[in-house]
């Protein structure tokens, strides 16, 4: 096999139970000036927060707190970072899920921009950022969004005119990502069941892109069998820290996929449904899997050309089943699974989010299908949408 492929910095890596506490020496590599950016008040009132502290203010680290509730807005990130001169803050850690986890990365970088975040969003903004950044460590408390591996912020404004873009750039992947499964066993199951479902989402278009390579396949299919052996486990029971683990890892490995081979249609929809409603991202993702998947393996069977995506469907309905089974039988069991999970995982419908009918064809105009396996036309993406009004 002539193999080419190229990979994104990745961040150095604490994984483990427990290793949380080594924040306060991480930190003091940087500096004693310290912008933690947390989501909420759950960390700040629970018994993990009492002990980083009295660990920070033991080595003479200097501590500014800033929260973040919710999907983070331009506006957010402007108002934080403006607050704090330049050369200010030596390092940024954001303890959180993935909303909180971009804040903090968008921070770091507006921190030395000094500019108002929009400028540098994709697709809005009219400038390239330089890739500065005050040093910025991620902690994720929920399996999610993989961003504790990634180099780009998502950044949400909700409305009639709203979008969800990314501020991107090599250099904004976390300088240390400290990936403690301990920390996302308060998780609610039903925030368990949504970020897991974005991971699941994120790892399986991965696999399945049309830009992946032998190493995001690996990767994948790696983070593919850790969901899908704990997803339910964790929901269940999320005291469960070989779950909790599982899914941390594989929250981790859908990042770097992500970042190096692209997603598809769920999250090319998902995004237009985030920028319009505020529906959470991994509620949309959870919601999209699939009925998005059955019509995509629908259409690579009506076209019958593209064995190897219809192989690779096959392959992730054998990790399901976990024996062989004869090709289009582990196509459909990998669908049958996506239904029953959404049931397992009591997955609702988009008129729970304030979706109706007649908001489709918007949602479509800003809908993608980048790097699936086929491109979905208008009536596809319509009756994905249908499905889960």
Not at 27 to 46: A, R, W
Request: glycine residues 12%; proline residues 5%.
């Amino acid at each position: 096999m002539n193999m080419s492929f190229s990979c994104k910095p990745t961040p150095a890596l604490v994984f483990g139970t427990g290793n949380h506490r080594k924040l306060p020496d991480l930190v003091t590599t940087f500096g004693k000036k310290l912008l933690l950016v947390v989501g909420g008040t759950s960390f700040l009132h629970g018994n993990d927060w009492p002990l980083l502290q009295a660990g920070l203010k033991e080595l003479g680290v200097q501590i500014h707190i800033e929260q973040i509730e919710g999907e983070p807005s331009p506006q957010l990130i402007d108002a934080i970072w403006t607050r704090y001169p330049r050369n200010s803050i030596d390092c940024v850690v954001a303890i959180g899920g993935g909303s909180v986890l971009d804040g903090g990365k968008a921070i770091s970088a507006m921190l030395m921009e000094r500019k108002p975040v929009y400028t540098f969003l994709e697709g809005v903004g009219t400038e390239k950022t330089s890739g500065a950044k005050v040093p910025f460590i991620a902690v994720p408390t929920t399996s999610g969004t993989g961003s504790e591996a990634t180099s780009n912020a998502v950044l949400s404004q909700i409305g009639e005119k709203g979008f969800k873009k990314s501020l991107r750039h090599d250099n904004y992947v976390p300088n240390i990502a400290v990936i403690d499964p301990a920390l996302t066993t308060s998780c609610p199951p039903g925030l368990t069941a949504a970020c897991g479902m974005d991971t699941f989402s994120q790892l399986v278009e991965a696999y399945l892109s049309t830009n992946g390579s032998p190493f995001t396949d690996a990767l994948a299919l790696d983070g593919i069998r850790a969901v899908a052996r704990s997803l339910p486990v964790a929901c269940r029971n999320g005291a469960d820290l070989t779950a909790r683990a599982d899914m941390s890892y594989g929250s981790y490995l859908s990042g770097i996929v992500l970042a190096n081979a692209g997603l598809g249609v769920v999250h090319g929809m998902a995004s237009a449904l985030g920028g319009f409603f505020a529906i959470p991202h991994g509620a949309a993702c959870a919601l999209l899997m699939a009925p998005a998947n059955r019509l995509t393996l629908t259409r690579l069977r009506e076209n019958g050309s593209d064995e190897k995506s219809l192989s690779k469907y096959s392959q992730l309905g054998e990790i399901i089943a976990d024996c062989p089974l004869p090709a289009a039988d582990g196509q459909d069991r990998f669908i049958g699974y996506l239904e029953e999970l959404a049931v397992e995982l009591g997955i609702g419908g988009l008129h729970d989010f304030g979706v109706t009918a007649g908001d489709i064809d918007r949602i479509i105009a800003e809908s993608t299908s980048k790097y699936n396996p086929v491109q979905l036309e208008h009536a596809d993406f319509t009756a994905v949408l249908k499905e889960i009004l």
